[in-house]
Nanobody, 120 residues
Framework: QVQLVESGGGLVQAGDSLRLSCATS??????VGWFRQAPGKEREFVAA????????LYADSVKGRFTISRDNAKITVYLQMTSLRPEDTAVYYCAAGRVPTTGGDGYDYWGQGTQVTVSS
Protein backbone atom coordinates (compact mmCIF):
# COMPACT_ATOMS: atom_id res chain seq x y z
CA GLN A 1 0.00 0.00 0.00
CA VAL A 2 1.27 3.45 -0.92
CA GLN A 3 0.84 6.30 1.53
CA LEU A 4 0.77 9.90 0.34
CA VAL A 5 0.90 13.05 2.45
CA GLU A 6 0.30 16.48 0.97
CA SER A 7 1.60 19.71 2.45
CA GLY A 8 2.18 23.32 1.49
CA GLY A 9 -1.35 24.61 1.14
CA GLY A 10 -2.42 27.96 2.53
CA LEU A 11 -4.08 31.30 1.98
CA VAL A 12 -2.51 33.52 -0.68
CA GLN A 13 -3.51 36.48 -2.81
CA ALA A 14 -4.20 36.42 -6.52
CA GLY A 15 -0.95 36.48 -8.47
CA ASP A 16 1.03 34.81 -5.70
CA SER A 17 2.88 31.51 -5.90
CA LEU A 18 2.69 28.39 -3.76
CA ARG A 19 4.44 25.03 -3.82
CA LEU A 20 2.66 21.86 -2.78
CA SER A 21 4.52 18.71 -1.78
CA CYS A 22 3.38 15.11 -1.92
CA ALA A 23 5.54 12.81 0.16
CA THR A 24 5.08 9.16 -0.77
CA SER A 25 6.01 5.94 0.98
CA UNK A 26 7.56 4.43 -2.14
CA UNK A 27 7.59 4.14 -5.91
CA UNK A 28 5.60 0.95 -6.21
CA UNK A 29 3.27 2.72 -8.58
CA UNK A 30 4.66 4.56 -11.58
CA UNK A 31 2.77 7.81 -11.56
CA VAL A 32 1.80 10.54 -9.13
CA GLY A 33 -0.95 12.94 -10.05
CA TRP A 34 -2.48 16.07 -8.56
CA PHE A 35 -6.21 16.65 -8.50
CA ARG A 36 -8.32 19.37 -6.92
CA GLN A 37 -11.88 19.77 -5.77
CA ALA A 38 -13.59 23.08 -5.12
CA PRO A 39 -16.75 23.33 -2.98
CA GLY A 40 -19.77 22.20 -4.93
CA LYS A 41 -17.70 21.07 -7.89
CA GLU A 42 -16.44 17.75 -9.15
CA ARG A 43 -12.88 16.67 -8.64
CA GLU A 44 -10.68 17.68 -11.55
CA PHE A 45 -7.30 16.63 -12.84
CA VAL A 46 -4.44 19.11 -12.48
CA ALA A 47 -1.17 17.42 -13.43
CA ALA A 48 0.65 14.09 -13.39
CA UNK A 49 4.23 12.86 -13.64
CA UNK A 50 5.93 9.49 -13.75
CA UNK A 51 8.93 8.50 -11.66
CA UNK A 52 10.64 7.60 -14.94
CA UNK A 53 10.48 11.22 -16.04
CA UNK A 54 8.26 10.92 -19.09
CA UNK A 55 6.52 14.06 -20.26
CA UNK A 56 4.17 15.33 -17.57
CA LEU A 57 0.48 15.90 -18.17
CA TYR A 58 -1.31 19.15 -17.39
CA ALA A 59 -4.88 20.33 -17.42
CA ASP A 60 -5.42 23.15 -19.89
CA SER A 61 -6.51 25.43 -17.06
CA VAL A 62 -3.07 25.28 -15.41
CA LYS A 63 -0.71 24.99 -18.38
CA GLY A 64 1.96 27.66 -18.25
CA ARG A 65 1.20 28.45 -14.59
CA PHE A 66 1.74 25.17 -12.73
CA THR A 67 4.77 22.89 -12.91
CA ILE A 68 4.91 19.35 -11.60
CA SER A 69 8.26 17.86 -10.67
CA ARG A 70 9.67 14.96 -8.71
CA ASP A 71 12.58 14.15 -6.46
CA ASN A 72 13.25 10.44 -6.82
CA ALA A 73 15.65 10.37 -3.88
CA LYS A 74 13.07 11.93 -1.56
CA ILE A 75 10.19 10.10 -3.31
CA THR A 76 8.35 13.39 -3.26
CA VAL A 77 6.37 15.11 -6.00
CA TYR A 78 5.93 18.86 -6.10
CA LEU A 79 3.38 21.15 -7.68
CA GLN A 80 4.73 24.64 -8.18
CA MET A 81 1.81 27.01 -8.69
CA THR A 82 2.33 30.53 -9.98
CA SER A 83 0.03 33.35 -11.03
CA LEU A 84 -2.64 31.92 -8.77
CA ARG A 85 -6.25 32.90 -9.38
CA PRO A 86 -9.29 32.79 -7.11
CA GLU A 87 -10.65 29.96 -9.27
CA ASP A 88 -7.66 27.85 -8.22
CA THR A 89 -9.15 27.69 -4.72
CA ALA A 90 -9.74 24.05 -3.85
CA VAL A 91 -8.56 21.12 -1.81
CA TYR A 92 -5.60 19.65 -3.65
CA TYR A 93 -5.00 15.90 -3.54
CA CYS A 94 -2.12 13.81 -4.77
CA ALA A 95 -2.68 10.25 -5.92
CA ALA A 96 -0.58 7.31 -7.06
CA GLY A 97 -1.35 5.23 -10.12
CA ARG A 98 0.15 2.95 -12.74
CA VAL A 99 -0.08 4.96 -15.95
CA PRO A 100 -0.30 8.68 -16.63
CA THR A 101 -3.96 9.53 -17.00
CA THR A 102 -6.28 12.43 -16.33
CA GLY A 103 -9.03 10.26 -14.90
CA GLY A 104 -9.25 9.86 -11.16
CA ASP A 105 -10.30 6.24 -11.58
CA GLY A 106 -6.79 5.50 -12.83
CA TYR A 107 -5.25 6.18 -9.43
CA ASP A 108 -5.23 3.63 -6.64
CA TYR A 109 -4.09 5.59 -3.59
CA TRP A 110 -4.93 9.09 -2.43
CA GLY A 111 -3.67 11.53 0.13
CA GLN A 112 -5.83 13.44 2.59
CA GLY A 113 -5.62 16.73 0.73
CA THR A 114 -4.36 20.23 1.44
CA GLN A 115 -6.41 23.41 1.20
CA VAL A 116 -5.38 26.18 -1.17
CA THR A 117 -7.30 29.43 -0.93
CA VAL A 118 -6.63 32.31 -3.30
CA SER A 119 -8.14 35.65 -2.40
CA SER A 120 -8.89 38.33 -4.99
Amino acid sequence: QVQLVESGGGLVQAGDSLRLSCATSGRELNVVGWFRQAPGKEREFVAAISWAGTSPLYADSVKGRFTISRDNAKITVYLQMTSLRPEDTAVYYCAAGRVPTTGGDGYDYWGQGTQVTVSS
